[in-house]
């Protein structure tokens, strides 16, 4: 990328930062109701700042809500300090490239999908398997963990003999 | 036990075969004898025995051993110099007579010649299973709690802001939703 370009692109994610101050956040899909044109390198990293609300850590923060279907849920993944809480959030293309389209101008709502990855100790692994199933949601396997450590999902079945073989 | 000597097919003399008949009869005799001893002792109607008894070994099981006693025998009995190979032998040997009685159909003690003509031993017992599939083992099976996040992630290998962390580490990653 070159210089040019590479300025241009932070004075976009500025401007994102400027206009995108209502995120949504809809079945750990988010709703971004912002003004850009350049393309944001997902995934983003993502701090809760509470229960409804996040931004995202970098040069240029992005400041995004959560809806109230999902706060409850992050509420208390925040409130238990035993679990540490990876959040990204993922652009979905589609919007990304219809939001393009518009002009500077114009506000356009780009969807976004927040990923959270859950670590703890491995005392908790029973309770995070009743919390999450209790509240509908199931444990997938992990993407993009910042950390390299031992993965015991609750809500996996044991194969994880082909998912060896197949990441080999 | 009956004879299975063939006199005209080896050319053995009359006198021969009936001695050798006669051998056998008698070492089956003895057999005979030190089983019913036997049964009767560990029943407890009869009598302690004299002797330490010696079980009848099974023909299936050691059928490596009785040359290399034979052999150490030979070799004693010529007053030949126990060398090392030898002297391990004779150590095996001992192992073989002090753990014979000890045998039965699930164990005995492994004895196996090594590629020097001497013999080894180990004092593992050794199940028939074993020893008859000497290179099963118990298949290699995923340890769920040694599974690493890496080994469903790869998406960060080549990331080095990603922390090093081993599988020793308290922390453990349940997954994302």
């Known amino acids: 990328m070159s210089k040019f370009a590479l300025a241009w692109y932070k004075i976009g994610i500025c401007w994102l930062s400027v206009y995108a101050h209502f995120v949504q956040v809809s079945g750990l899909g988010a709703e971004i109701q912002t003004q850009f044109t350049f393309e944001i390198a997902t995934p983003l990293a993502v701090r809760f700042d509470s229960s409804i609300s996040f931004t995202t850590i970098g040069e240029c923060p992005i400041q995004g809500s959560i809806t109230t279907e999902h706060s409850q849920i992050v509420q208390a993944l925040r409130e238990d300090h035993a679990i540490d809480l990876q959040v990204q959030c993922v652009l979905d293309d589609k919007t990304a490239s219809a939001s393009r389209k518009r002009g500077l101008d114009s506000l356009s709502r780009t969807t976004c999908s927040l990923s959270i990855i859950i670590y703890g100790s491995g005392e908790l692994f029973e309770d995070i398997g009743r919390f999450f199933q209790d509240s509908g949601l199931f444990l997938q396997d992990p993407r993009g963990c910042d950390r390299n450590v031992r993965y015991r999902n609750p809500h996996r079945l044991l194969c994880f003999a082909k998912v060896l073989r197949k990441s080999n | 036990m009956q004879s299975h000597i063939e006199p005209e097919r080896f050319g053995f003399t009359e006198p021969k075969r009936r001695r050798l008949l006669s051998a056998a009869e ?150 994302m939703v």
């Open chain 2, 26 to 175: 008698s070492q089956e005799a003895r057999w005979v004898q030190q089983e019913s001893e036997r049964q009767a002792y560990e029943t407890g109607g009869g009598t302690k025995l004299h002797t330490p008894f010696q079980q009848r070994p099974y023909a299936e099981e050691i059928p490596q051993v009785e040359p290399g006693i034979n052999r150490l025998v030979r070799h004693l009995g010529q007053g030949d110099q126990i060398d090392p190979p030898h002297e391990e032998l004779l150590v095996a040997g001992q192992y073989w007579a002090d753990t014979r009685s000890s045998c039965n159909a699930n164990s005995f003690p492994s004895l196996l010649p090594d590629i020097s003509g001497g013999w080894h031993h180990s004092k593992k017992t050794t199940s028939l299973t074993e020893a008859a599939n000497p290179r099963l083992e118990p298949k290699a099976e995923l340890d769920p709690a040694e599974i690493l996040v890496r080994d469903v992630d790869r998406s960060h290998l080549n990331n080095p802001l990603v922390k090093k962390a081993s599988a020793n580490d308290e922390q453990v990653c349940f997954g």
